[in-house]
C-alpha cells in the first residue's frame, strides 16, 4: 500500500523556521495537504493544494512541493504552532487517500 | 454553524460489530464527499474510507476493505460506519470528515467518537 514519509520529530526556537517534508511516490501527479493537530483536537488545514494557504492561517505557514517531495515551512515559529503536524494525499489513481505518519513540532 | 457530530463509540469485543454514525447539519449535505479517519491512542491519522455526495462510490484502506462498510442518508444528513468482524489493532477515536470538493481539502471535522476492542 501507498505510504508517505515524514520525520518523526522537529525542533526549533521561536522566531525560527521550522521546515517539515514529506515524500511519496505519487506526490508528482497527486496533491498534498498538512494539518496541524494539538491534543486532544481535531485536525485542521493549514495548507491545501500543496502551495495554498486557506483563509485565517497566518501567513507563516507556506507550502510547497517538488517531485517526490512535498514541504511545509512555518517561518518566525511561535510557541502556539507546537503541534502534531500530518501531510495528505492520495496514491497514483486518486482514490485511495493516505496521511504521512505525522511530525512533532517542538519549541524549544 | 457548520457542524459534524458522531456517535456510536464504545467498548466492543473482538470479532463483534459497531455502526457510527456522523450528524451534519449547517451546510448543504448532499454536495459533499464524506470520510471516516482514525487515530489509535498515541498514534497517528490513518485514513479509513470515503463515500461520494450521492453515495454512488465508496473506497476503503486496504486494512477495512471487506469489513468496514460507510453509507450516507442524504434526507438525514448523516454518513455512517459499519464495522464488522472488529480486532483489537481498530481501536481508535474516529473522525467524520468533509471533503471539500473546490480542492480536495479535509475542512470541517468532528470532535470524534473512541472505539475500543477489547475482550
Known amino acids: 500500500s501507498y505510504e508517505l514519509s515524514q520525520p518523526p520529530s522537529v525542533s526549533v526556537s521561536p522566531g525560527q523556521t521550522a521546515t517539515i517534508t514529506c515524500s511519496g511516490d505519487a506526490l508528482p501527479t497527486q496533491l498534498a495537504y498538512w494539518y496541524q493537530q494539538k491534543p486532544g483536537q481535531a485536525p485542521v488545514l493549514v495548507v491545501t493544494k500543496d502551495t495554498e494557504r486557506p483563509s485565517g492561517i497566518p501567513e507563516r505557514f507556506s507550502g510547497s512541493s517538488s517531485g517526490t517531495t512535498a514541504t511545509l515551512s512555518i517561518s518566525g515559529v511561535q510557541a502556539e504552532d507546537e503541534a502534531d503536524y500530518y501531510c495528505q494525499s492520495a496514491d497514483s489513481s486518486g482514490f485511495y487517500l493516505v496521511f504521512g505518519g505525522g511530525t512533532r513540532l517542538t519549541v524549544l | 454553524q457548520e457542524q459534524l457530530v458522531e456517535s456510536g463509540g464504545g467498548v466492543v469485543q473482538p470479532g463483534r460489530s459497531l455502526t457510527l454514525s456522523c450528524e451534519a447539519s449547517?451546510?448543504?449535505?448532499?454536495?459533499?464527499?464524506l470520510h471516516w479517519v482514525r487515530q489509535a491512542p498515541g498514534k497517528g491519522l490513518e485514513w479509513v474510507a470515503v463515500?461520494?455526495?450521492?453515495?454512488?462510490?465508496?473506497y476503503y484502506a486496504d486494512f477495512v476493505k471487506g469489513r468496514f462498510t460507510i453509507f450516507r442518508d442524504n434526507f438525514k444528513n448523516t454518513v455512517s460506519l459499519q464495522m464488522n468482524s472488529l480486532r483489537a489493532e481498530d481501536t481508535a477515536v474516529y473522525f467524520c470528515t468533509r471533503m471539500r470538493g473546490s480542492d480536495g481539502a479535509f475542512d470541517l471535522w468532528g470532535r470524534g467518537t473512541m472505539v475500543t476492542v477489547s475482550s
Open positions: 449547517g451546510f448543504t449535505f448532499s454536495r459533499y464527499a
Open positions: 463515500v461520494s455526495y450521492d453515495g454512488g462510490n465508496e
